[in-house]
């Protein structure tokens, strides 16, 4: 099991971003078309995600002219460029299936406000 696990560390990807689930994030996805590669953005929200190691994947949402859509991706792809957390969402579920239903602003994830650090000390 050791030299399984030392071969798939090889190819896990080092800098990922903490994803939960609700955020609004972007994945920079590379595609091949004939003999050139783009990079072309995927941003919506992110409502699964299941496995660990090189197996991992998440499943993003969003909606695009009135039409719902819906992509899995690999975390540790070749294929993903980078991936960018655009906003924290606040969610209380691990899935948000139920987001497939809502249409319109019922269909919005709550956004997570930080709180901000006080630089002052209290005496």
Do not use: N, W
Request: hydrophobic content about 35%; glycine content about 6%.
């Amino acid at each position: 099991m050791k030299q399984i696990d030392l071969m798939e560390s090889a190819h896990l990807k080092k800098e990922i971003p903490e994803l939960k689930v609700g955020d609004t994030i972007c994945v920079y996805v590379k595609i091949k078309e004939e003999d050139k590669v783009r990079i072309q953005a995927f941003e919506g929200t992110l409502i699964a995600k299941r496995g660990k190691g090189p197996k991992a994947t998440f499943t993003m949402r969003k909606v695009s002219y009135g039409e719902g859509l819906e992509r899995t991706f690999l975390l540790h792809s070749p294929s993903i460029d980078r991936i960018e957390v655009v906003r924290k969402g606040k969610a209380r579920r691990a899935k948000l299936y139920y987001l497939r239903e809502k249409v319109g602003k019922k269909s919005k994830v709550a956004q997570k406000l930080e709180k901000a650090q006080s630089k002052t000390k209290k005496v």
